[in-house]
Each structure stands twice: as C-alpha cells, then as structure tokens.
Nanobody, 124 residues
Framework: QVRLVESGGGMVQAGDSLRLSCAAS????????VSWFRQVLGKEREFLAS????????WYEEFVKGRFTISRDNAKNTVDLQMNSPAPEDTATYYC?????????????????WGQGTQVTVSS
C-alpha cells in the first residue's frame, strides 16, 4: 500500500518561500488526485489545493489562489505545494492526502491515504 510522507516544513519568516513535498512511499501516485490540507490545533482541517493525476488539472481554495501552487514532480514521485509569501496565519500542520479511486469526484471528496503531516511555522 502506498504511504504518503510529507517533508519540507519548518520555521520561516513572513514573505519567505517554502516548498512542501508529498512523497509516495512504497509505490507511485495512482488514482484520481492528491490534495493538500492544513490544520491548526483545535480548529477544523482546511482544504487547500488538489491536483488531478491524469490531467494535471488543479483546484485551489480561494484564500490560497495566487500564493500557493500545487504541482506534480514525476521524476521525484512527489506532489509539491509551493508556498509564496506565507504569512503568520499560514502557520499549521500541513497534510497531503490521496484519492486513489479510478474515477473520483473533482475536486475529490474522499481520500484513501493520508500523510503524517509536516509543521509550518511562519513568524512575523
């Protein structure tokens, strides 16, 4: 079974760029799509962006449009989230998730695998 592993988190200053990666361990990404979420302790998990594996189509939550970019790196077997000009309110644990269904909804509504998360802390 494919296991998702996030990396790239850390502490950055507001305005710095940060690139998160979601690696598929034990196989390659297959199925419908991979998405990025984030969660602050005590708050609900937020959907950020999704990329459809077959078409590379992308979908963004409104509040990250123009700041975050989701992409797939086939050579590295990762799905990345480029965060430009992050702000302190972007501080959260970031998770990737995969919808491995053959013909899932777009954007995805259910996920079959989740990573363990990577912490991003943005200081002002």
């Amino acid at each position: 079974q494919v296991r998702l592993v996030e990396s790239g988190g850390g502490m950055v200053q507001a305005g710095d760029s940060l690139r998160l990666s979601c690696a598929a361990s034990g196989g390659s990404f297959r199925g419908n799509a991979v998405s990025w979420f984030r969660q602050v302790l005590g708050k609900e998990r937020e959907f950020l962006a999704s990329i459809r594996l077959r078409t590379q189509s992308t979908w963004y939550e409104e509040f990250v449009k123009g700041r975050f970019t989701i992409s797939r790196d086939n050579a590295k077997n990762t799905v990345d989230l480029q965060m430009n000009s992050p702000a302190p309110e972007d501080t959260a644990t970031y998770y990737c998730a995969a919808d491995m269904s053959g013909a899932g909804a777009w954007p995805p509504r259910r996920y079959h695998s989740w990573g363990q998360g990577t912490q991003v802390t943005v200081s002002s």
